[in-house]
């Protein structure tokens, strides 16, 4: 089955990209997740768009992924969140709560699909937090979840 990707899936592609995948994963998980369409002459036309939408929000290349890099490892990413007495947190940590840290502690703007979470975050402490901004670029950066709101 040939698909257009929506979204980047790890492993598979990037958002414009026309891949071949079996049927069932495309029938069950990519169409109905909104990760991909299916593949036509009409929605090929479709792609010049999705990449263009891309680039506007993408790293630009490797220069700037690594300049970008430079900004978030020199960054103290604190997150206050809601926890009980034994420092369980009510729920947990989700990519866009990181996202928005980032911003607020003065660093760029990131793509929460990108992020690395190690594990589910429902404690509080410091994590090790990675982010791909480019194929061949990684940074890592520490968040402190702290008890707070």
Do not use: C
């Amino acid at each position: 089955m040939k698909v257009i990707l929506t979204q980047e899936v790890s492993g598979l592609g990037s958002p414009g990209d026309i891949v071949e995948v079996k049927d069932g994963f495309g029938r069950n998980y990519l169409l109905p997740q909104g990760f991909a369409i299916v593949w036509t002459k009409g929605a090929e036309k479709q792609v010049t768009v999705i990449k263009r939408a891309r680039s506007a929000r993408e790293i630009r290349d490797l220069g700037h992924a690594n300049e970008v890099k430079g900004q978030l490892e020199g960054l103290k990413v604190s997150l206050k969140a809601r926890a009980g007495d034994g420092g369980r947190l009510f729920g947990s940590v989700t990519p866009a709560e990181v996202v928005d840290a980032v911003k607020a502690a003065g660093g760029p703007v990131l793509d929460r699909r990108r992020l690395e979470l190690p594990g589910h975050i429902k404690s509080i402490g410091a994590y090790a937090v990675r982010v791909k901004l480019h194929p061949e670029v990684t940074a890592k950066f520490d968040l402190n979840v702290v008890q707070g709101r």
